[in-house]
């Protein structure tokens, strides 16, 4: 079962013209400590469940779940965060059948995409920093 946080998540900020699987915006942030380089890249968030109609995308979303660890997938038939503890819980081993081979994905994993309108790199060590916005289709640097 997907938990509540997805409904949550899915139905904040969302204007009128978005689709139902996106997000308005969203960041992540790279850190390299060796060279204190850090990319902030900003864009829309787009999840793929077992509803999508883009094959391509549905293809990448079992890849994903395929390349995960065995431990990693088995946390998708956890029980719902935040009810009781029940002992007699089923979780397949590894997220695994019993022939060994990986189960098909279950509902609530999700393959999360960024797409990327604007990069923003700091690198420490002489303060640089340049942003990069998608303007019309096209990458614009400029070094603040």
């Not at 009781?84 to 393959?111: A, H, I, Q, T």
Request: net charge negative; proline share 6%.
């Amino acid at each position: 079962k997907r938990s509540n946080k997805y409904s949550e998540v899915m139905n904040h900020n969302h204007s009128e013209s978005s689709a139902p699987t996106c997000i308005n915006t969203a960041e992540m942030v790279w850190w390299f400590g060796k060279s204190s380089e850090q990319y902030r890249i900003r864009g829309q968030l787009k999840f793929v469940g077992e509803d999508n109609t883009d094959k391509s995308l549905l293809i990448a979303r079992k890849e994903q779940w395929g390349n995960m660890s065995d431990p990693a997938r088995e946390q998708f038939y956890w029980k719902e965060p935040g009810i009781p503890y029940e002992s007699d819980s089923v979780v397949p081993v590894g997220g695994r059948g019993e022939d060994g081979k990986v189960l098909p994905p279950p509902d609530n994993f999700l393959l999360m995409l960024l797409y990327p309108n604007r990069v923003d790199y700091l690198r420490l060590g002489d303060n640089f920093r340049q942003v990069d916005d998608l303007v019309n289709d096209e990458w614009v640097a400029n070094r603040v």
